[in-house]
């Protein structure tokens, strides 16, 4: 039986329907009791995961020249890093070539084998650095989340009942090349059968705020709804409009959504008294600087951020 509604809402639909029609028999059992599916919630992400990731991310880029750009040694390594974790996880892998201001370049795109290919959640973020340095909250930090919640998937044997998709993108410095490259790639039909696609670029930058994407709606009360779970609030993300990899995802008609945690913008007195950190300082003082290393990450907005990835992707693909 498959339902419109996600999951979550369709399982407790059903409780209540079984609750409703339940009568209490003369022997004392149930009658009608009708056990609705087993909706896993998403498991808790352990942060500690994530950081590894960043640590070899910040390995890789230390041993290649600084960074992990486009067209340099730095992006493919983390590229072969992140594809080895994924096909020992029992991910099928997919490498993407594309040539970008005439260097190759690759997309990674990462199918957890089973769920309905006609509905797919996708889950992306960009893996490359500009050339100024490591980039290890812009973008490492999305593309570490990421991968741990995949990671996460197959330590769970998560079956849901939507296709599970994974991307990490090349060349987005340069101008989202590899996510668009990806979508243009995509037949009409094949852009029609992504159901959503969350995008995560920056979730963990050191004076950080909660942003929530404000593009569809079910996504971004999926997010907001898990933010207040936390009695964190939230505030739409407005400054990232076509400056990430959801743009060529929504310039194609699909529902996107994702989660941000402030660049070079100020924060506020407003939004300290809400997230604390420093008002009057950048929310990431080092965006697009040499600084932005592996000390130059919050790790409760990395928690935070990471579980909330792995809420929605649960929650969107039950
Ligand atoms: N992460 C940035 C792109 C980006 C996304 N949202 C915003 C908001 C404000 C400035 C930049 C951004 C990058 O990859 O450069
Ligand atoms: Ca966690
Ligand atoms: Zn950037
Ligand atoms: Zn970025």
């Known amino acids: 039986m ?29 009658a009608g009791a009708a056990p609705g599916p087993a909706q896993a919630a998403a498991p808790d992400i352990p942060v500690a995961n994530v950081k590894a990731h960043l640590a070899q991310l910040q390995s890789i880029a230390t041993a290649n020249g600084g960074n992990r750009a486009h067209g340099k040694a730095g992006y493919k390594a983390s590229l072969d890093y992140v594809k080895g974790k994924l096909d020992a996880a029992g991910f099928t892998t997919t490498v993407q070539t594309f040539t970008s201001s005439g ?34 909250n812009d973008n490492g930090s999305g593309s570490a989340a990421v991968l741990e919640t995949a990671l996460a998937v197959s330590r769970a044997g998560y079956q849901p009942a939507k296709h599970l998709r994974f991307a990490w993108w090349g060349a987005e410095e340069l101008g989202m090349v590899g996510s668009r490259n990806y979508v243009n790639g995509l037949s009409t039909a094949n852009r029609s059968k992504i159901s959503d696609y969350l995008n995560f670029d920056m979730i963990a930058s050191p004076n950080p705020g909660y942003f929530v994407y404000d593009d569809d709606p079910t996504i971004e009360k999926t997010f907001k709804d898990y933010f207040t779970g936390l009695n964190i609030t939230t505030e739409p993300e407005t400054e990232g409009d076509g400056r990430s990899d959801h743009a060529p995802f929504k310039s194609a008609g699909i529902p996107v959504g994702g989660l941000f945690s402030g660049a070079d913008y100020i924060k506020t007195a407003a939004q300290k008294a809400a997230w604390g950190g420093t008002s009057g300082k950048a929310f990431d003082p080092c965006y697009h600087r040499s600084c932005d290393t592996s000390t130059n990450i919050d790790d409760t907005a990395l928690d935070h951020n990471s579980d909330a990835i792995a809420h929605a992707v649960w929650e969107l693909s039950s």
């Open 2 to 30: 498959k339902f419109s509604v996600s999951g979550r809402t369709a399982a407790t639909g059903l409780v209540a329907a079984a609750v409703s029609t339940v009568m209490l028999l003369t022997d004392g059992s149930l």
């Open 103 to 136: 260097a190759t370049d690759y997309n990674l795109i990462a199918d957890w084998p089973g769920g309905d290919t006609d509905h797919v959640v996708m889950s992306g973020s960009h893996l490359d650095s500009v050339s100024a340095g490591p980039g290890i």
